[in-house]
């Protein structure tokens, strides 16, 4: 069973374009939301991060927008560069314990 | 930086073998984790670690047992290697008071 559910599995999009990943969760005792981002060959590296008690939190050109009634969270990535091409998963941590995404693998096309 | 060094990076080994992965941190954080990594799947927790000696379940823990005698080095084993466990081993940390959680490079486990 997933705990959390990430959709698209993959996405193309244009330099300069938006790139939105979205997740879903069931379980509310879910506390802390991170984005990681994976290149090949490498390790997930944590990206950017929200707590339940904010809407929106925004690093550069990442956006994390939370709905905590809805249960979901999405990646917002503005301005997309040939060098975002990676996979991204989303997380939710509770209890010392994170459930990940199943990954979504954007290419930006130049 | 994670800090993070896992050995070995690459491992093909046969089915009923036992085999040992190691992650070895350079920081002293308390909390350390493996998971293990397929396509479809996103990454899944086998085991964490909350300190020296104490270790919890995570949700795909069976095959596989977890030491941690000091607190740089955290060891995963499979007893009996199989098909099955064929996967990127990917180890992390964390520190006390944080939520921020760091990977190292990973394993490439092949069971023949």
């Known amino acids: 069973q997933q705990q959390v559910k990430q959709s698209p599995q993959s996405l193309i999009v244009q330099k300069g374009g938006i790139s939105i990943i979205n997740c879903a969760y069931e379980?509310?005792?879910?506390?802390?939301f991170p984005w990681y981002q994976q290149f090949p060959g490498k390790g997930p590296a944590l990206l950017i991060a929200?707590?339940?008690?904010?809407s929106e939190k925004k690093e550069g050109r990442f956006t994390i927008s939370f709905n905590k009634s809805a249960k979901q969270f999405s990646l917002h990535i503005m301005d997309s560069q040939p060098g975002d091409s990676a996979t991204y998963f989303c997380?939710?941590?509770?209890?010392?314990?994170?459930?990940f995404g199943t990954g979504t693998s954007l290419t930006v096309i130049p | 930086d994670a800090g993070i060094t896992q050995s070995p990076r690459h491992k093909v080994t046969e089915t009923g073998t036992p085999v040992t992965l190691r992650c070895h941190q350079t920081e002293n954080h308390r909390y350390m984790y493996w998971y293990r990594q397929d396509p479809g799947h996103g990454l899944r927790l086998i085991h964490y670690s909350y300190g020296v000696k104490d270790t919890d379940k995570g949700e795909v823990s069976d095959g596989y047992s977890v030491s941690r005698s000091k607190t740089e080095d955290f060891l995963l084993t499979l007893e009996s290697a199989t098909s099955s466990q064929t996967s990127v081993y990917f180890c992390a940390n964390r520190r006390q008071g944080s939520y921020e959680q760091y990977f190292g490079p990973g394993t490439r486990l092949t069971v023949t």
């Open positions: 929200i707590r339940p008690d904010v």
């Open positions: 997380a939710a941590s509770y209890n010392n314990q994170f459930y």
């Open positions: 379980n509310t005792a879910f506390d802390y």
